[in-house]
């Protein structure tokens, strides 16, 4: 059984163009998350969600949005898409205070042409 | 503003040897630091993790190294192995809401048969 499952894995896409990127997460966790993975391998958070309280890192542009359906879900939705958005794109999972431990997805590499 | 700062960069290690990656973090507030292994095309998975109130954690073959004065911890591999060969990155968060994590750089981690 995967955890946390993302779709799709690869992403292909136009400037300008919106496009989304679904998570779905089986462990009951309160708590998702969207990284960015730059070519560098360099992680950063984007967003942390829970069914309370949304947390946006000050530096992600107002075209990326999460929206969360229910607590299993987290979709990733960009507008207007840039050469820059092109990277690797994780979605994780976690329980706090019960549990620190955040559980990745496999990742949806996108590539804006 | 790096707030968790890795090195090396890559790291080679023959197989049986030790090998040690280590961070240094800025923030005194952070209060939990794990470190995940990231193999190519998978998502992040948490290796171990330690909390500031002890000096060193061990699992296996893995132990954490905590200088909370100096504001440093280190990953040590005992007996390397090259299904050990993957990126590691060292994280920390702080107590809150969501436990945004907070990534170095990442090493490249190659053992050598």
């Known amino acids: 059984d995967t955890a946390v499952s993302q779709t799709p894995k690869y992403l292909v896409t136009q400037m300008g163009n919106d496009k989304s990127i679904k998570c779905e997460q089986n462990l009951g966790h309160d708590t998702m998350y969207w990284y960015k993975q730059d070519s560098k391998k360099f992680l950063k958070i984007m967003f942390s969600y829970n069914n309370k309280e949304l947390i946006i890192n000050e530096t992600v542009p107002n075209r990326f949005s999460p929206k969360s359906p229910d607590k299993a879900h987290l979709n990733l939705h960009i507008n207007s898409l840039e050469l820059g958005d092109s990277a690797v794109y994780f979605c994780?999972?976690?329980?706090?205070?019960?549990?620190?431990?955040?559980?990745f997805g496999p990742g949806t590499r996108l590539t804006v042409l | 503003q790096q707030q968790v700062k890795q090195s090396p960069q890559s790291l080679i290690v023959q197989k049986g040897g030790i090998s040690i990656i280590n961070c240094a973090y800025e923030n005194t507030a952070f209060d939990y630091f794990p470190w995940y292994q990231q193999f190519p095309g998978k998502g992040p998975a948490l290796l171990i993790a330690?909390?500031?109130?002890?000096s060193e954690k061990k699992e296996g073959r893995f132990t954490i190294s905590f200088n909370k004065s100096a504001k440093q911890f280190s990953l040590h591999i005992m007996d390397s192995q090259p299904g050990d060969s993957a990126t590691y990155f060292c994280?920390?968060?702080?107590?809150?809401?969501?436990?945004?994590?907070?990534f170095g750089s990442g090493t490249q981690l190659t053992v050598l048969p």
């Open positions: 330690i909390r500031p109130d002890v």
């Open positions: 994780a999972s976690s329980q706090p205070p019960n549990t620190d431990t955040q559980y």
């Open positions: 994280a920390a968060s702080k107590l809150g809401s969501a436990r945004q994590l907070t």
